[in-house]
């Protein structure tokens, strides 16, 4: 072989090597991109499995807020269960347990009434003896009392309403803040719950002024502790105004006879809870 074969055939050499150099890298390349394209298949793949899992179906999804519906109700009931006792006390007293409020409008057929506290007030016939049992027992303690409001009819509610209208107004509320400032605290019409005749507003003697001063009382005190041992609720509670929606009065008392008022007492409820339970 001579000078020039001897160069040319090295040429051929360093160009099959190249070449395989080309070969083996081109190989590489694709070995890791391969390997890189299962990596990132096996990473979607294992973070979408669960995402499948976790996610809920529309199925699923529309049964979520059942499930949570389901469950407060549940919790509710817990507290305040249902009860037999209490539907069989609602069935023997159904005329006394009335519900009136701001969403039950005192039925139009009320309770017979009579006059009370020297025909200065009226109230339903039916809970005079129980109230003077209570009036009396509490004298023999030293308690004594003045019964400011009783039966109401909704014409003399209407005339309280506008009364509280015209404050409002000559304050310098407009009439319909005036008229939303007084449903905060007074009745609308017919949404009385004195206008059943059940209802009583009862202050100590030794203060006159219905307030929440009424509760420092001695004589409020009495009567809040003994008013279930005959017939009468405290019907607007200090720590139930989110039930009762009317802020705490401390002089205002339902009657509801005894079977019911100790079974409210013993429950710790309003009359609103007591209707739950039925
Ligand atoms: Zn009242």
């Avoid at 055939?9 to 070449?19: D, G, L, T």
């Avoid at 019964?147 to 003399?156: C, F």
């Avoid at 409210?264 to 739950?276: D, Q």
Wanted: with cysteine; hydrophobic share 30%; glycine share 4%.
């Amino acid at each position: 072989m001579n000078k020039t074969n001897i160069q040319k055939s090295k040429r051929a050499e360093r160009k099959r090597r190249r070449q395989r150099i080309v070969r083996m890298q081109l190989l590489a390349i694709m070995a890791t991109i391969s390997f890189i394209v299962f990596l990132v298949y096996n990473k979607v793949h294992i973070k979408e499995q669960p995402k499948v899992k976790v996610e809920p179906t529309k199925e699923v999804q529309q049964s979520y807020p059942q499930e949570k519906t389901t469950k407060k109700k549940e919790e509710g009931n817990k507290k305040l269960a249902k009860s037999k006792e209490a539907k069989k006390i609602w069935k023997n007293n159904k005329k006394l347990l009335i519900l009136v409020n701001k969403e039950n409008i005192c039925p139009e057929d009320g309770l017979s009434r009579r006059k009370i506290c020297n025909g200065r007030i009226e109230a339903a016939d039916i809970l005079y003896s129980d109230l003077c049992q209570m009036l009396t027992d509490a004298g023999k303690e030293g308690y004594n009392y003045w019964i400011a409001s009783g039966y109401r009819s909704a014409k003399k509610q209407q005339k309280l309403v506008d009364e509280d209208v015209r404050i409002g107004m000559n304050q310098g509320l407009s009439y319909e803040d005036a008229l939303e400032k007084t449903y905060e605290e007074t009745m609308p019409a017919g949404y009385s719950e004195h206008q059943t005749g059940l209802a009583l507003d009862i202050l100590a003697s030794s203060n006159l002024n219905m307030d929440i001063s009424q509760e420092n009382t001695a004589e409020n005190k009495w009567m809040k502790e003994h008013c279930y041992e005959y017939g009468f609720i405290l019907r607007y509670p200090k720590d139930k105004e989110n039930i009762t929606k009317i802020s705490y009065e401390p002089w205002h008392f339902r009657y509801v006879g005894k079977e019911a008022a100790e079974y409210i007492r013993k429950n710790n409820l309003t009359l609103e809870e007591f209707y739950l339970k039925l």
